[in-house]
């Protein structure tokens, strides 16, 4: 039952900014952490940022500085929020969730956004 729904992928001039969100449907669990990965062209798919239930947060040394990982707990939310975007951020952007339901654990991604970064 449990689904990661990503949105707010696009494509924008280097310097600009999107926001990126990532709600997890679904019911009796808690969340133990959510963060964002991308993947592109001929590359590993790489860590960009992640948050903990404690709000503890850990970021990409690539983006540190630009981007900005935040949750809003009431909706099991967890948005990134993009600025002063280079065209070596151009990827698919996937969430990923680790939720915890009843005492065991299960990970999640979600389908993956497009952010395409123009020179």
């Known amino acids: 039952q449990v689904q990661l729904v990503e949105s707010g992928g696009g494509s924008v001039q280097a310097g600009e900014s999107l926001r990126l969100s990532c709600a997890a449907s679904?019911?009796?669990?808690?969340?133990?952490?959510m963060g964002w990965y991308r993947q592109a062209p001929g590359k590993q798919r790489e860590l960009v940022a992640t948050?903990?239930?404690?709000?503890?947060?850990n970021y990409a040394d690539s983006v540190k500085g630009r981007f900005t990982i935040s949750r809003a707990n009431a909706e099991n939310t967890v948005y990134l929020q993009m600025n002063s975007l280079k065209p070596e951020d151009t990827a698919v952007y996937y969430c990923?969730?680790?939720?915890?339901?009843?005492?065991?654990?299960?990970?999640?991604w979600g389908q993956g956004t497009q952010v395409t970064v123009a020179s």
């Open positions: 990923n969730a680790n939720l915890r339901f009843s005492g065991w654990y299960r990970n999640y």
């Open positions: 679904g019911s009796s669990f808690s969340i133990d952490g």
């Open positions: 948050i903990t239930s404690g709000g503890s947060t």
